[in-house]
């Protein structure tokens, strides 16, 4: 785990990730505070509150007696939060870079235009 | 605080300990909350072994007092039993092997399991027929480590016993201790300058300096006592004016700068506007440059 932001928060990053992926489904349960915490090597309060992070939002929900178990919608949900940060989280960062290096707008759109063709993304 | 509302296990209050020429805890008043692992820190000579050994009643306090579950423990029979103090320089009879010393904890302690004891001898590799007098320093950690765990006892003390034992060996202390932990909630108190090693298994960090406390606080809320600014050293200056600075470092202009205190949201913004680059403080560092500017305060007290 990177220093970069509190461990509990990578937990939540990491079970959203899976999420995403369809590595853990909708419906699907999922890992207990004790299992992460094991896996990790994390105090289990810690994995505790990334969790809690997750049912916060509606990711997450907890049966009784069951455990936790990722809610219905919420990969959908996952992904309408990412759309909303996309802009904070990916195109502020690139255009300090590009302010650096001089590159314009025209450029940027250029470049973007090449790598979606070769990644496959079409207009 | 110790993120759970179960109530607090250990209550010191305004302990002081004196040795002949030397005060070795000052005025100390600190709690540790029940069924949590803490993290004791703090340099050689810092008075950890002291507090521990006056919870533990292995020690009087000059003056304070000390609750273990709402009792004393001195001389408590009822309250003994549930603590368990495992040392580096732990004591045995001359011809002990360790299966008499886990025998005599088996007996000490009402909560021991030998299912969970013969695990960790196996997982340890502890020798049956060697005197635990003539093991190696690594092999005497263990047996210790051993009973510690498998006591189960309600507070758990480890007094660096773990030190003796090589980086594999530790990590399988950690992972045990984790494990079992989970299974069974209990108060622990881990003393360790392995700082980094223990930092993501503590859930509170109790800081010792000089016979005093200078820090007591869930771990994820120290995160946000100290930032680290990397950047043009002009730049750092500018930012930092009026914030109490921890540690500074140059190198032409380029400068690293510790500071004291969580950033504001407009402060992060000017940081980036002023293109500075921010890093987190580790628990190890915090720790060291807390501790060393405890100690550059005192020094300047005498010198005044």
């Known amino acids: 785990m990177d220093e970069g932001r509190p461990l509990f928060v990578q937990i939540a990053e990491e079970i959203e990730g899976s999420v995403l992926d369809g590595s853990l489904q909708e419906e699907e349960r999922a890992p207990s505070t004790n299992e992460l915490a094991a896996f990790h090597r994390i105090n289990p309060a810690t994995a505790a509150k990334g969790i809690n992070l997750l049912v916060d939002r509606g990711i997450l929900v907890k049966r009784r007696g069951l455990g936790m178990f990722v809610a219905a919608g919420a990969a959908e949900r996952l992904r309408e939060e990412r759309r909303q940060q996309f802009a904070d989280h990916y195109l502020t960062p690139m255009l300090a870079e590009a302010r650096h290096i001089g590159l314009s707008v025209e450029n940027i759109i250029q470049l973007l235009r090449e790598r979606a063709q070769q990644s496959g993304i079409h207009e | 605080m110790s993120g759970n509302t179960a109530g607090q296990a250990i209550e010191v209050r305004s302990v002081t300990r004196r040795y002949k020429n030397t005060t070795a805890l000052d005025d100390v008043t600190v709690s540790f909350g029940k069924d949590a692992i803490h993290g004791l820190l703090g340099r050689n000579g810092a008075g950890k072994t002291t507090l521990m050994s006056i919870i533990t009643a292995q020690l009087w306090p000059s003056e304070g007092q000390v609750e273990v579950f709402g009792q004393t423990p001195h001389e408590n029979e009822q309250v003994l039993p549930k603590i368990c103090f495992v040392r580096e320089d732990q004591r045995y009879p001359e011809d002990a092997l360790a299966k008499h010393a886990f025998k005599a904890a088996a007996d000490a302690y009402e909560n021991w399991d030998w299912d969970f004891a013969n695990r960790l001898i196996a997982d340890f590799k502890v020798p049956q027929k060697t005197k ?173």
Not at chain 2, 174 to 194: G, K, N, W
Not at chain 2, 224 to 230: G, K, Q
Not at chain 2, 271 to 282: A, F, G, I, K, Y
């Open chain 2, 132 to 304: 635990i007098k003539k093991m190696s320093r690594g092999q005497k950690s263990a047996v210790a480590v051993i009973i510690g765990l498998a006591s189960r006892a309600e507070v758990t003390f480890f007094d660096e016993p773990y030190m003796g034992l090589d980086a594999v060996a530790r990590q399988l202390f950690y992972d045990r201790l984790l494990e079992d932990y989970a299974a069974h909630p209990r108060t622990f108190v881990l003393s360790s300058h392995l700082i980094d090693e223990i930092a993501h298994l503590i859930e509170n960090v109790v800081l010792i300096d000089g016979g005093r406390i200078l820090l007591d606080e869930p771990v994820e809320d120290l995160r946000d006592r100290a930032v680290t600014i990397v950047g043009r050293a002009d730049a750092i200056a500018e930012f930092t004016t009026g914030r109490e600075i921890l540690h500074e470092e140059t190198m032409g202009r380029i400068a690293r700068t510790t500071v004291l205190g969580a950033l504001t949201e407009a402060e992060q913004q000017r940081v980036r506007e002023l293109d500075l680059d921010l890093q987190p403080v580790s628990l190890q560092q915090l720790i060291v440059r807390l501790t060393t500017r405890a100690n550059a305060e005192n020094t300047a007290e005498v010198q005044s």
